[in-house]
């Protein structure tokens, strides 16, 4: 429940190490190992297949998404639409698509939970971050076919409306040469948004910067649970550092290369709605009179886009392009 001891400890742990380790039931494992066999299937279709289905990696409605091949990772970037379903939406196996659709809902829904939780311990009330996001998406069995690349208006073609949150999956090659010559596939960065979901990943790579000690913690190196449950990663995004004045400080994380075959990484960045205006004024007067601390950037008319995160993101943007590996 929200205020809860477990949630006060939840966002206690965030704080000293900017992420927390969650355990979801083993049935979850399970799934996210489906999709992850399902996930490699995919990146083994031909360059042209996957294009085709996925489309090139690229602005759909104000929005990256689609298929990219870059020289330390290949990334499918997925997003919900506004109608139900998921875009693009892959059908090679035929239950990829479905299954990334069913859990974006559910990782949405997470998000939104864990957030009320922050909004508490940031002295606000719980429903404080729900004017700036997006709706939520509708259930996952709303859609399971692959929609149309575009829907027909006004006898022209209109981009779909899609989510500002995206799963974003990614292949790493066990043969891969890292960045300058190192082991690191991924290097070093916060994602932007409020908070990212990753599950971990079957084999090993992903690495958390902890905020307690500054050291880096290969955190999918970890024995299993005993009981078999899947081990969900939930890290502060760039955003929610920004809103909070580093009271949650973001978490660096980067990704090096796994020991063998390959790695399937299925992060879930939640983010706010780009144009959503961030005025903590509201919520800090509130907290004052209440005689509570409000955690909280002194804010009044900026929108999520005009934060500097979103210049660190167009700077990845640019690294990628640059290492787009040449036909």
Known sequence: AVGSELGARFCAQLRRDSYVPLL??????????????????????????????????????????????GKFREQLEVRSLAGGGAYPMPHTPASFGPSLNHVLVDMDSMARGLLQHIAIDLGADADFFDPLLDPPPPSASSATAPPPAAVEKEGEEADPVLSHSLMRVCRYDADGEGVY?????????????F???????????????????????????????????????????????????????????????????????????????????????????RAAAQGRTAHLAEMETMTIKELPAFDSGKAILRDWFRSVKKP
């Open 24 to 69: 979801l039931p083993a049935s979850e494992r399970s799934r996210f190992e489906a999709i992850e066999e399902a996930a490699s299937a995919w990146f083994k279709l031909s360059e042209d297949e996957k294009i085709d289905q996925a489309g090139e990696y690229g602005h759909v409605d104000r929005k990256f998404t689609g298929y990219r091949n």
């Open 181 to 193: 010559g190192t082991n690191v596939l991924c290097e070093a960065h916060n994602d932007v948004g």
């Open 195 to 285: 908070i990212t979901l990753d599950a971990c990943a079957s084999t090993a790579g992903l690495e958390a910067l902890r905020r307690a000690d500054g050291l880096w913690v290969p955190v999918e190196q970890s024995p299993p649970p005993p009981g078999g449950e899947l081990v969900l990663l939930a890290m502060v995004g760039d955003t929610l550092g920004r809103l909070s004045n580093n009271y949650f400080a973001p978490c660096k994380h980067r990704v090096v290369c796994p020991a063998h075959g390959e790695r399937i990484g299925l992060p879930f960045l939640f983010r706010g709605r780009s144009d959503a205006i961030l005025n903590t004024k509201p919520a800090r007067k």
